[in-house]
């Protein structure tokens, strides 16, 4: 990956919004762009990075608020590389888990237009293992299910299978959860799931405002709103969750 050809889309992960987490590729790739096209969530000290002259567009989607329409920005990436500069979508996490940068790479290879995948740390693994917490450990995890809780169970669009995941016995992440999470919650324990199961919430992972809460399962929304938990926020659920490791 020594360089960067004119007219590519190159999708970076940025990690959970530490600029320290980001990957030197990553790097070296915001420092080569032409145009960065970045997310509220990716680490935009690293914008500080840019060649003179780069164009920045904030493209970011806030929950419930303010949002760039996905096909606009497709658009806006496809005319970029088609003028023959290098484009850079930096987004926090990773691009292909709960990124959309499979829609990206989708549109982009439809316009014809080359694109180059820079992976990113994702907060579904960096978040519980800032706060102490190895999403799998010897005798007390043997596996991860990573979910996104930004449908809630049994809304029309729900396509999990809550009842399984409360009887997969590996440890739960949720991404985007923070709004629907006493639903989730109460669907886990309605299908079996031990209410005194450990749980912690993880919100502002990797940065100065990073907090950690922890609970039984049965109490870790309210704990959550009791605190004001607010996204960007992930929740573990499994007997890792109690561990605090290296913190």
């Not at 989607?61 to 290098?86: C, E, F, M, W, Y």
């Not at 450990?137 to 049994?154: D, Y």
Request: glycine residues 12%; negative net charge; contains cysteine.
């Amino acid at each position: 990956m020594s360089e960067f050809t004119p007219g590519t889309v190159v999708l970076v992960g940025g990690g959970p919004g530490d600029p320290d987490l980001l990957t030197v590729g990553g790097l070296r790739a915001v420092r080569a762009a032409d145009v960065i096209a970045y997310d509220r969530l990716a680490p935009l000290e690293v914008l500080a990075e840019a060649q003179p002259g780069a164009v920045l567009i904030d493209v970011g989607k806030i929950p419930r608020g303010p949002q760039t329409p996905q096909d606009q920005i497709n658009q806006l990436l496809i005319s970029h590389a088609q003028a023959g500069l290098v484009v850079v979508r930096l987004k926090g996490g990773d691009n292909y888990l709960f990124g959309r940068g499979g829609e990206e790479a989708l549109a982009c290879a439809a316009a014809g237009v080359s694109v180059q995948v820079i992976p990113g740390v994702s907060s579904a693994l960096a978040a519980p293992a800032l706060a102490g917490i190895p999403v799998t450990h010897r005798g007390l995890s043997q596996g991860v299910t990573i979910v996104s809780g930004h449908v809630p169970p049994g809304d029309d669009r729900a396509e999990l299978d809550w009842a399984a995941i409360a009887r997969t016995h590996t440890t739960l992440v949720i991404l985007m959860g923070v709004k629907y999470l006493p639903e989730i919650v109460a669907t886990l324990l309605e299908a079996g799931l031990d209410a005194k199961t450990p749980a912690a919430i993880v919100s502002s992972a990797g940065s100065p405002q990073m907090r950690v809460l922890r609970a039984p399962v049965s109490r870790i929304a309210a704990v959550a709103a009791d605190a004001g938990v607010e996204p960007p926020a992930i929740t573990v659920i499994g007997a890792v969750a109690e561990l605090e490791l290296g913190s």
